[in-house]
């Protein structure tokens, strides 16, 4: 009797062990239903005709999209929904970093039991709440108006993003029928914000200022005399306007290109290359399961012309807006950047509460004494040359505008500002292009002057 119970005991622990496995299985199999099914060998997610229904809301509970009766809405506002359709997408997967498509799996209800046929009230469908404010959203695509571009705004202390605004644009539930045709909607499936990179123009003298600051050792006494035209290898580099005798502050101040070309040579390829890689550069970032298009720097080909042009901008530089917030972040927080993101959370199935994101820092831009020149050297730009009174708010703002020559490409130039806010309580980076805006000051800094107005009555009530 002993010998047989002996022998029952290591089957009966595998009869145990196999039903286990089954139930882990079928738990797991349950439990992670949506994502298995939105692999991309189930192409069906992928289909038009699959129904989404869960709900998608701003950081204040104001609903951006959902589901009625087999129907997808958005938001009542005409505004609203063209202004929040470049991060929320609409019922199609054309837009690839939107979140109707990249979180289709938690939109789409899918049942393991019943697949996509249940009825909207027995799905297990999810609400996904974002950081984006839609007023700010709203107020970047007003104030972006006929022009494309975009305009990126994020608490540089939390990471939560308020805006990722891009336009052309165009209401999800009226699409326009010629919209693969008109010229209007090139590129209206693209976020710029977060997919497109531009020339930066003088934007860039931040990158190159933090490379004077760390590898040039004469860089407090390193003074120019600026006539308005300098030759550098061979060819001429040119300014705006004469800005006579300036060192560091007063040449970014001023913008003299000729003041940086000449940072630029004298600092060397490999030097700019490090700082603007430490800066972002020749890298994407990951945001919520989203890869950025990259910023590039690459010199290895240059002459010495072309590399005094790279510490201006311009050359082969070019810039995501993203990254562009990120690096002013950078300069706000001491060199090291939290990073930024856009879904607070996802609740669980059937409606469970899910816990909010947590602030991430991602690795250091510059050291801290570099970042506290920038800071000050930016301020000093304000305070001398914008006027903070330019930017709508009684905010303390740090910015350099840029002007970015596309004349290879036709139209005028690319417009850019980025900067930061020191106030404690409305801690925003932020960074605007307008395309062919032609001037910094007067086409991107009436943007960033909206979104933060907007920022503030939001946070400040």
């Not at 800005?243 to 940086?260: M, P, Q, R, W, Y």
């Not at 050359?315 to 917030?325: D, F, G, Q």
């Not at 709508?392 to 980025?418: F, R």
Request: aromatic letters at 10%; glycine letters at 8%.
């Amino acid at each position: 009797m002993k010998k047989t119970r002996t022998r029952a005991f290591p089957v009966l622990l595998l009869t145990l062990a196999f039903f286990a496995g089954i139930i882990y299985f079928v738990f797991n199999l349950y439990v992670n239903a949506s994502e298995w099914v939105s692999k991309p060998i189930n192409d069906h997610l992928n289909n038009k005709s699959v129904e989404l229904s869960g709900t998608i809301t701003d950081r204040n509970g104001v609903v951006l999209a959902y589901s009625e009766d087999g129907e997808r809405k958005y938001n009542e506002d005409y505004n609203t929904r063209c202004a929040c359709l470049p991060v929320i997408g609409d019922s199609s997967v054309n837009n690839a970093t939107a979140i109707q498509t990249v979180y289709r799996s938690d939109l789409s209800g899918y049942n393991l039991i019943f697949g996509f046929g249940l009825p909207d009230r027995f799905k297990s469908s999810k609400t996904i709440t974002l950081t984006i404010d839609s007023k700010v959203q709203k107020a970047a695509y007003e104030a972006l108006g006929g022009y494309r571009g975009a305009a990126v705004l994020y608490n540089y202390k939390t990471g939560e993003t308020l805006c990722l605004a891009s336009t052309p644009t165009y209401d999800p539930m009226n699409k326009p029928e010629d919209i693969e045709t008109n010229d209007a909607y090139e590129g209206v499936y693209l976020n710029r914000s977060l997919s497109a990179a531009y020339p930066p123009g003088s934007t860039f003298k931040l990158v190159t200022s933090a490379a004077a600051l760390e590898y040039k050792d004469d860089i407090d006494s390193f003074e120019y005399d600026c006539y308005g035209s300098d030759e550098i290898g061979g060819k001429p580099v040119t300014c705006y306007e004469v800005n006579g005798h300036v060192d560091l502050k007063e040449a970014l101040k001023t913008s003299c290109n000729i003041f940086f070309a000449k940072l630029a040579v004298d600092i060397g390829k490999k030097q700019m290359t490090d700082k603007a890689e430490q800066m972002g550069f020749n890298k994407s970032w990951e945001l919520d399961g989203i890869q950025t298009a990259e910023s590039s720097y690459d010199v290895s080909k240059a002459n010495e012309n072309d590399l005094g042009w790279s510490g201006v901008g311009q050359y082969k530089v070019l810039e995501t807006p993203i990254n562009m917030a990120i690096r002013s972040a950078a300069i706000a927080s001491e060199g090291i950047p939290v990073k930024p993101f856009f879904v607070k959370n996802i609740s669980g199935e059937f409606g469970m509460p899910a816990p909010d994101r947590t602030t991430s820092k991602a690795k250091p831009m510059m050291s801290k004494e570099i970042a506290s020149r920038l800071s000050d050297m930016m301020r000093y730009c304000v305070e001398a040359n914008y006027g903070d009174w330019s930017f709508g708010t009684d905010l303390k703002i740090c910015a350099k505008t840029g002007t970015a020559e596309v004349s290879d490409y036709g139209g005028d130039a690319h417009a850019w500002v980025t900067g930061f806010s020191l106030d404690e309580d409305c801690p925003f980076a932020f960074a605007v292009i307008v395309e062919h805006g032609d001037s910094g000051y007067r086409a991107a800094v009436p943007v960033a002057a909206s979104i933060l107005q907007q920022a503030v009555k939001s946070v400040r009530g």
